[in-house]
């Protein structure tokens, strides 16, 4: 499996962006996508989740501005941003696991290379 995420870029404090995460080879193993970002310096942190029935799931930090969603006819997940922050700047990554419900970057077997996201103030 491969996961190529696009749609990063450079964006003023209350802007908006879209992330994708387009997965290859043999998605059927695919059930459970998230994405993680990591910020300058520092770790990188679980964002958001979504399982394969379509359920979702969000840090408290982005709760309210970010909306994840998957399209499975195009094996595309995406990463709706809103109403930005300095703070979210980060490279972000889509990670996609065989677990129904993964949180842990440990329950995630494939990952993408990531997409920088910066946000000026």
């Known amino acids: 499996v491969q996961l190529v995420e696009s749609g990063g870029g450079s964006v003023q404090a209350g802007g908006s962006l879209t992330l994708s995460c387009v997965a290859s080879?043999?998605?059927?193993?695919?059930?459970?996508v998230g994405w993680f970002r990591q910020p300058p310096g520092k770790q990188r942190v679980w964002v958001a989740r979504?399982?394969?029935?379509?359920?979702?799931d969000y840090a408290d930090s982005v709760k309210g501005r970010f909306t994840i969603s998957r399209d499975n006819a195009k094996n595309t997940v995406y990463l709706q941003m809103n109403s930005l922050k300095p703070e979210d700047t980060a490279d972000y990554y889509c990670?996609?696991?065989?677990?129904?419900?993964?949180?842990?970057?440990?329950?995630?077997?494939?990952w993408g290379q990531g997409t920088q996201v910066t946000v000026s103030s």
């Open positions: 990670a996609a696991s065989s677990k129904v419900w993964a949180k842990e970057e440990s329950e995630y077997n494939y």
């Open positions: 080879g043999d998605t059927s193993s695919i059930i459970g």
């Open positions: 979504v399982g394969s029935n379509g359920g979702t």
